[in-house]
T-cell receptor
Framework: KNQVEQSPQSLIILEGKNCTLQCNYTVSPFSNLRWYKQDTGRGPVSLTIMTFSENTKSNGRYTATLDADTKQSSLHITASQLSDSASYIC?????????????FGTGTKLQVIP | DAGVIQSPRHEVTEMGQEVTLRCKPI?????LFWYRQTMMRGLELLIYFNNNVPIDDSGMPEDRFSAKMPNASFSTLKIQPSEPRDSAVYFC????????????????FGPGTRLTVL
């Protein structure tokens, strides 16, 4: 069964500090992995997308890594800001029967405090 | 571009009533997705369309749910009859094909419709 597990479930950090969120998956066959940021009361916004051949992708202070061998991904946030407070969702897609299947993680809720 | 547009933003209805949620995707996008999000289950894909054709509806919870996409600029998600357990935020998202990867590109989400069924 395809699964995406994220850790930690929630995290509180001080403004200016770095943090790393984890995503482990058992999705097969793998197509791509995306990280989304979802602010409270809003729809998710894509941060990064990585295919099998990519092992790192950056978007400003956000850097995602992918290890397709161990089926792990991480999202590193550098010099956190209050506006980084949100839920971060890992989503893994597979190609099945000619179309995409997506499996969602349950998200990590990040709170950045002054 | 105005982004993905959803209406209504909030809907409160009584059990047994029909509910219709609407979505206008970003112009030029050929994929449209309907999601449901709850605290308990997180974000769930209900159905997605490619070029107005439903591709995968395996996430639709039961026959009370139906979705249509009569043209490239409009889609509806209908619940009939509605039940309290349908209360959730429903998101619509659209995307374009990502050439060379057998995948669709970044999905752009609408603001969501918060549905409450009493």
């Amino acid at each position: 069964k395809n699964q995406v597990e994220q850790s930690p479930q929630s995290l509180i950090i001080l403004e200016g500090k770095n943090c790393t969120l984890q995503c482990n998956y058992t999705v097969s066959p793998f197509s791509n992995l995306r990280w989304y940021k979802q602010d409270t009361g809003r729809g998710p916004v894509s941060l990064t997308i990585m295919t099998f051949s990519e092992n790192t992708k950056s978007n400003g202070r956000y850097t995602a890594t992918l290890d397709a061998d161990t089926k792990q991904s991480s999202l590193h946030i550098t010099a956190s800001q209050l506006s980084d407070s949100a839920s971060y969702i890992c989503v893994v897609s597979s190609n099945s029967g000619g179309y995409q299947k997506v499996t969602f993680g349950t998200g990590t809720k990040l709170q950045v405090i002054p | 571009d105005a982004g993905v547009i959803q209406s209504p933003r909030h809907e409160v209805t009584e059990m047994g009533q029909e509910v219709t949620l609407r979505c206008k995707p970003i112009s030029g996008h050929d994929y449209l997705f309907w999601y449901r999000q709850t605290m308990m289950r997180g974000l769930e894909l209900l159905i997605y369309f490619n070029n107005n054709v439903p591709i995968d509806d395996s996430g639709m919870p039961e026959d009370r749910f139906s979705a249509k996409m009569p043209n490239a600029s409009f889609s509806t998600l209908k619940i009939q009859p509605s039940e309290p357990r349908d209360s959730a935020v429903y998101f619509c998202a659209s995307s374009r094909w990502l050439a060379g990867t057998y995948s669709y590109n970044e999905q752009f989400f609408g603001p969501g419709t918060r549905l409450t069924v009493l």
